[in-house]
């Protein structure tokens, strides 16, 4: 079993930057593909990001691309997300997670979730 723990979430201001890591322990992540998910009071929790464990391939929520960055290093056993001109609309609790399958944008195809990570901006 994998656990996951996502850390460097905050509170920013309009146009900032945060980078989330998480952090896998217990199972190598490096043959898994990987995703964050976010979810915003009173709302689903809906697709971020992804990187497949092959090639790295990286896919994106319309709402996010040019502006987030998913990466992994295997080496570390971790995932990133460079967040980057950030918007009020991007306040979320953000979730990584683990794929028992290939990129795909439903929470189902996941088998092991963080517990998240607040991010908060404002304007």
């Known amino acids: 079993q994998v656990q996951l723990v996502e850390s460097g979430g905050g509170l920013v201001q309009a146009g900032g930057s945060l980078r989330l890591s998480c952090a896998a322990s217990?199972?190598?992540?490096?043959?898994?593909?990987m995703a964050w998910f976010r979810q915003a009071p009173g709302k689903e929790r809906e697709f971020v990001a992804a990187?497949?464990?092959?090639?790295?391939?990286?896919h994106y929520a319309d709402s996010v691309k040019d502006r987030f960055t998913v990466s992994r290093d295997n080496a570390k056993n971790t995932v990133y997300l460079q967040m980057s001109s950030l918007k009020p609309e991007d306040t979320a609790v953000y979730y990584c997670?683990?794929?028992?399958?290939?990129?795909?944008?439903?929470?189902?195809?996941?088998?092991?979730w963080g517990q998240g990570t607040q991010v908060t901006v404002s304007s």
């Open positions: 997670a683990r794929s028992s399958g290939s990129v795909a944008y439903q929470t189902s195809t996941y088998d092991s």
């Open positions: 990187i497949s464990w092959y090639v790295g391939t990286t």
């Open positions: 217990g199972r190598a992540i490096s043959s898994y593909s």
